[in-house]
């Protein structure tokens, strides 16, 4: 007897960034799910998903940050209770969609007796159920090591790239720290028909800090330019906003800001208000309140670049291809 099973692609979502899922959904041509989450008086959550979901290829999509009166660990677990509903449920592949990855700067024992949280976990996703992880822009390439399966590192460099195209002429793309040197120098030869350059700043962070960064001095030459200072994310601000002073410092005539999450914590807001940065570039891998918003701010969407790479998941098809095999690092 043979029998020709077709495949369905099933795509969920809780609730820290549903809006980025709802448009992931809509260009993929699907129907977002509804896992039916549900939480209780003393705080757990529940998941049963409204439909079988027997035999699909099952994509749990969650980024990882506070809402509401939850903490960015309650959306780790939020997540894993729905991947482990969904194998239980009988699914037949499940992928952890994690737009921004949470504890992903804790990828390394800086000092003793510290943890490295972001293997942590990456090994709580695997014992969920999830067979497969895709994330966009993580802190460090290494992290794609601690999955214990297939990991799809997407980079939302085309989008930001596509962005300065339209907005800049002979821009100087500049490091904020010597850890993005690799990534800034890509863009700048991306960008090479426009005239751009490549710079970068030294930063000291002094020891035993966090949410603390100096920057000290430019490497490459900025007077008289537009310098745009990429990162993977905008956290506290202090960083970037010490890179833009030095920048300006040293002859730039105007600096803009580029990064991939708005994790914006603290005094993020008032420090980029008060800034020497004129225009802050983000995308919507995390969600912005109305509250962090600034005329500062631009927001480009990450979801089509997104659906692409679940389509090409789903069709066991190049991921890498969609970035001309430059997003593993």
């Not at 962005?163 to 690799?182: F, L, M, N, S, T």
């Not at 004129?278 to 109305?290: D, E, G």
């Amino acid at each position: 007897m043979e029998k020709v099973t077709t495949k369905r692609m099933a795509l969920y979502s809780g609730r820290t960034h549903p809006a980025l899922a709802r448009e992931v959904a809509e260009h993929l041509g699907i129907e977002l799910g509804n896992p039916n989450l549900v939480q209780f008086a003393n705080g757990e959550i529940r998941a049963r998903f409204g439909e079988s979901i027997r035999g699909d290829d099952v994509f749990v999509m969650q980024t990882h940050c506070g809402h509401d009166a939850q903490s960015i660990n309650d959306s780790i677990m939020e997540q894993l209770i729905m991947i482990d509903a969904a194998y239980r449920a009988s699914a037949k592949r499940i992928t952890a969609v994690c737009p921004f990855y949470g504890y992903a700067r804790q990828d390394r024992k800086a000092e003793g007796r510290e943890p490295i949280t972001a293997r942590l976990v990456a090994d709580l996703f695997k014992t969920a159920g999830a067979k497969r992880m895709v994330s966009i822009d993580l802190h460090s390439g290494q992290i794609q090591g601690f999955f214990d399966g297939p990991v799809d590192h997407l980079t939302a460099t085309p989008v930001l790239e596509n962005y300065v195209r339209q907005h800049a002429q002979e821009p100087v793309i500049v490091a904020p720290d010597a850890g993005r040197i690799k990534v800034a120098e890509r863009m700048a030869q991306h960008l090479s028909d426009r005239g751009s350059d490549l710079a970068f700043i030294y930063k000291r962070r002094p020891k035993g800090t966090t949410n603390i960064a100096e920057a000290r001095e430019v490497m490459g030459d900025v007077e008289g330019r537009l310098c745009i200072l990429t990162d993977d994310m905008i956290d506290s601000g202090g960083t970037i906003c010490s890179a833009a002073e030095v920048l300006k410092a040293r002859g730039a005539t105007e600096v803009w800001a580029m990064a991939t999450h708005a994790v914006l914590s603290g005094p993020a807001i008032e420090r980029l208000g008060k800034s020497l940065i004129s225009r802050v570039v983000l995308t919507n891998t995390l969600p912005i309140p109305a509250e962090k918003m600034s005329p500062k701010i631009e927001v480009l969407s990450i979801a089509p670049l997104i659906a692409d790479a679940l389509n090409a998941v789903f069709d066991d098809a190049s991921v890498s291809e969609i970035f001309g095999g430059e997003n593993q690092a």
